[in-house]
Protein backbone atom coordinates (compact mmCIF):
# COMPACT_ATOMS: atom_id res chain seq x y z
CA UNK A 1 0.00 0.00 0.00
CA UNK A 2 1.83 3.41 -0.78
CA UNK A 3 1.76 5.83 1.69
CA UNK A 4 0.84 9.27 1.36
CA UNK A 5 4.39 10.96 1.49
CA UNK A 6 5.80 8.19 -0.86
CA UNK A 7 8.65 9.67 -3.35
CA UNK A 8 8.48 8.80 -7.44
CA UNK A 9 11.84 6.73 -6.21
CA UNK A 10 10.02 4.84 -3.24
CA UNK A 11 6.97 4.01 -5.24
CA UNK A 12 9.21 2.61 -8.47
CA UNK A 13 11.57 0.66 -6.10
CA UNK A 14 8.34 -0.98 -4.43
CA UNK A 15 6.77 -2.57 -7.93
CA UNK A 16 10.29 -3.44 -9.13
CA UNK A 17 11.24 -5.52 -5.89
CA UNK A 18 7.77 -6.91 -5.65
CA UNK A 19 7.56 -7.80 -9.06
CA UNK A 20 4.58 -5.83 -9.11
CA UNK A 21 2.89 -4.44 -12.46
CA UNK A 22 2.71 -0.78 -13.12
CA UNK A 23 3.12 1.48 -15.96
CA UNK A 24 4.35 5.28 -16.70
CA UNK A 25 2.87 7.58 -19.52
CA UNK A 26 4.08 10.33 -20.54
CA UNK A 27 2.00 12.79 -22.92
CA UNK A 28 3.85 15.06 -25.38
CA UNK A 29 3.49 18.62 -23.59
CA UNK A 30 2.79 17.52 -19.90
CA UNK A 31 5.11 18.20 -16.83
CA UNK A 32 3.58 15.10 -15.32
CA UNK A 33 3.52 11.61 -16.26
CA UNK A 34 0.83 9.03 -15.34
CA UNK A 35 1.67 6.09 -13.09
CA UNK A 36 -0.61 2.90 -12.64
CA UNK A 37 -0.74 -0.33 -11.33
CA UNK A 38 -3.22 -3.40 -11.04
CA UNK A 39 -3.79 -7.23 -11.97
CA UNK A 40 -2.64 -7.45 -15.67
CA UNK A 41 -4.88 -10.28 -17.74
CA UNK A 42 -3.96 -11.87 -21.12
CA UNK A 43 -7.08 -11.52 -23.07
CA UNK A 44 -8.35 -12.81 -26.02
CA UNK A 45 -10.63 -10.34 -27.82
CA UNK A 46 -11.50 -6.40 -27.59
CA UNK A 47 -14.78 -7.29 -26.06
CA UNK A 48 -13.08 -9.00 -23.03
CA UNK A 49 -11.41 -5.73 -21.94
CA UNK A 50 -13.31 -4.43 -18.87
CA UNK A 51 -15.43 -1.67 -19.34
CA UNK A 52 -16.34 0.49 -16.42
CA UNK A 53 -19.76 1.73 -16.39
CA UNK A 54 -19.33 4.18 -13.98
CA UNK A 55 -18.69 7.62 -15.80
CA UNK A 56 -17.99 10.44 -13.19
CA UNK A 57 -16.91 12.76 -15.49
CA UNK A 58 -13.27 12.91 -14.05
CA UNK A 59 -11.12 12.19 -17.19
CA UNK A 60 -7.89 11.67 -15.34
CA UNK A 61 -9.48 8.67 -13.82
CA UNK A 62 -8.42 5.43 -15.55
CA UNK A 63 -10.32 1.79 -15.66
CA UNK A 64 -8.29 -0.16 -17.40
CA UNK A 65 -4.81 -0.24 -19.80
CA UNK A 66 -4.52 -2.41 -22.31
CA UNK A 67 -1.43 -3.58 -24.63
CA UNK A 68 -2.71 -4.47 -28.19
CA UNK A 69 -0.59 -6.80 -30.35
CA UNK A 70 -1.20 -5.56 -34.20
CA UNK A 71 -2.44 -9.06 -35.07
CA UNK A 72 -6.21 -7.93 -33.17
CA UNK A 73 -6.90 -6.13 -36.24
CA UNK A 74 -8.10 -9.73 -37.46
CA UNK A 75 -11.41 -9.07 -35.27
CA UNK A 76 -12.26 -6.12 -38.03
CA UNK A 77 -11.53 -8.75 -40.69
CA UNK A 78 -8.40 -7.51 -41.31
CA UNK A 79 -5.73 -10.20 -42.26
CA UNK A 80 -2.63 -10.21 -40.15
CA UNK A 81 0.05 -12.88 -39.34
CA UNK A 82 -0.93 -15.44 -36.53
CA UNK A 83 1.66 -14.88 -33.92
CA UNK A 84 -0.13 -15.89 -30.66
CA UNK A 85 0.24 -12.89 -28.60
CA UNK A 86 -2.78 -11.84 -26.31
CA UNK A 87 -4.09 -8.78 -25.49
CA UNK A 88 -2.28 -7.56 -21.84
CA UNK A 89 -5.13 -5.78 -19.82
CA UNK A 90 -4.17 -4.01 -16.56
CA UNK A 91 -7.01 -3.27 -14.57
CA UNK A 92 -6.00 -0.05 -12.58
CA UNK A 93 -5.99 -0.28 -8.69
CA UNK A 94 -4.14 2.37 -8.32
CA UNK A 95 -3.28 5.72 -9.99
CA UNK A 96 -1.29 9.28 -9.51
CA UNK A 97 1.06 11.83 -11.52
CA UNK A 98 4.18 11.77 -10.36
CA UNK A 99 6.27 15.51 -12.15
CA UNK A 100 8.46 14.67 -15.12
CA UNK A 101 11.22 16.90 -13.62
CA UNK A 102 11.05 14.25 -10.64
CA UNK A 103 10.64 11.11 -12.68
CA UNK A 104 13.75 11.44 -14.81
CA UNK A 105 15.69 11.94 -11.44
CA UNK A 106 14.89 9.14 -10.13
CA UNK A 107 14.76 6.86 -12.97
CA UNK A 108 17.87 4.38 -13.32
CA UNK A 109 20.45 5.12 -15.35
CA UNK A 110 22.24 1.77 -15.66
CA UNK A 111 24.67 0.73 -18.62
CA UNK A 112 22.94 -1.14 -21.03
CA UNK A 113 24.94 -3.52 -23.20
CA UNK A 114 23.88 -6.31 -25.96
CA UNK A 115 24.18 -9.52 -26.05
CA UNK A 116 25.09 -9.86 -29.98
CA UNK A 117 24.75 -6.22 -31.28
CA UNK A 118 22.12 -4.93 -33.74
CA UNK A 119 20.49 -7.44 -36.29
CA UNK A 120 19.15 -5.66 -39.05
CA UNK A 121 16.92 -6.89 -42.13
CA UNK A 122 18.56 -5.79 -44.44
CA UNK A 123 21.91 -4.90 -45.16
CA UNK A 124 23.27 -1.58 -45.82
CA UNK A 125 23.54 -2.64 -49.18
CA UNK A 126 20.53 -4.23 -49.72
CA UNK A 127 18.61 -1.02 -48.17
CA UNK A 128 20.69 1.17 -50.30
CA UNK A 129 19.35 -0.86 -53.21
CA UNK A 130 15.86 -0.72 -51.98
CA UNK A 131 16.07 3.21 -52.07
CA UNK A 132 17.10 3.45 -55.28
CA UNK A 133 14.84 1.17 -56.87
CA UNK A 134 11.84 3.74 -55.14
CA UNK A 135 13.68 6.63 -56.26
CA UNK A 136 14.00 5.15 -59.51
CA UNK A 137 10.29 3.60 -60.24
CA UNK A 138 8.34 5.29 -57.79
CA UNK A 139 9.15 8.97 -57.13
CA UNK A 140 11.10 9.83 -60.43
CA UNK A 141 8.12 8.42 -62.22
CA UNK A 142 5.44 10.97 -60.61
CA UNK A 143 3.72 7.60 -58.44
CA UNK A 144 4.63 8.95 -54.65
CA UNK A 145 6.52 12.21 -53.49
CA UNK A 146 6.91 10.83 -49.63
CA UNK A 147 7.36 7.66 -48.62
CA UNK A 148 8.39 5.75 -45.63
CA UNK A 149 10.83 2.89 -46.26
CA UNK A 150 11.76 0.81 -42.63
CA UNK A 151 13.97 -1.75 -42.18
CA UNK A 152 13.98 -3.77 -38.77
CA UNK A 153 16.53 -4.11 -36.33
CA UNK A 154 16.91 -6.60 -33.32
CA UNK A 155 18.67 -7.24 -30.64
CA UNK A 156 18.34 -8.36 -26.67
CA UNK A 157 19.60 -6.47 -24.10
CA UNK A 158 22.61 -8.72 -21.80
CA UNK A 159 21.12 -9.98 -18.29
CA UNK A 160 17.71 -7.47 -18.97
CA UNK A 161 16.03 -6.42 -15.65
CA UNK A 162 13.34 -4.28 -14.83
CA UNK A 163 15.44 -1.11 -14.14
CA UNK A 164 17.38 -1.77 -17.70
CA UNK A 165 14.55 -1.29 -18.63
CA UNK A 166 13.58 1.63 -16.95
CA UNK A 167 16.80 3.09 -17.43
CA UNK A 168 16.09 2.94 -21.56
CA UNK A 169 13.07 4.48 -20.87
CA UNK A 170 14.45 7.22 -19.77
CA UNK A 171 16.65 7.48 -22.01
CA UNK A 172 14.31 7.35 -24.98
CA UNK A 173 11.71 10.33 -22.50
CA UNK A 174 15.21 12.75 -22.92
CA UNK A 175 15.47 12.29 -26.57
CA UNK A 176 11.86 11.69 -27.66
CA UNK A 177 11.10 14.51 -30.11
CA UNK A 178 7.41 14.86 -31.18
CA UNK A 179 6.04 11.68 -30.34
CA UNK A 180 2.73 11.91 -28.60
CA UNK A 181 2.86 9.51 -26.22
CA UNK A 182 5.55 7.55 -24.32
CA UNK A 183 5.49 4.51 -22.02
CA UNK A 184 6.38 2.04 -20.38
CA UNK A 185 4.18 -0.91 -19.03
CA UNK A 186 5.98 -3.81 -16.98
CA UNK A 187 3.60 -7.12 -16.62
CA UNK A 188 5.31 -8.09 -13.44
CA UNK A 189 6.95 -10.98 -15.18
CA UNK A 190 8.95 -10.05 -18.84
Do not use: W
Request: one cysteine or more; glycine letters at 6%.
Amino acid sequence: MKSLHETPSATIDRYIQGNQPFAIISKQGSDDAHFLSGEVNQLERLADIPRSSDNDGNHERFDTLSVIPFSQVRETGLEAKEDDCKIRCMTIREQSRLRMHDLLGVLPQEAVALEEGIQYSETEEEYADIVRRIVAEQIKQGNTCNCVISTKANCRIAEMTPQKALSVFRKVLMNEFGAYMTFFFYDGES
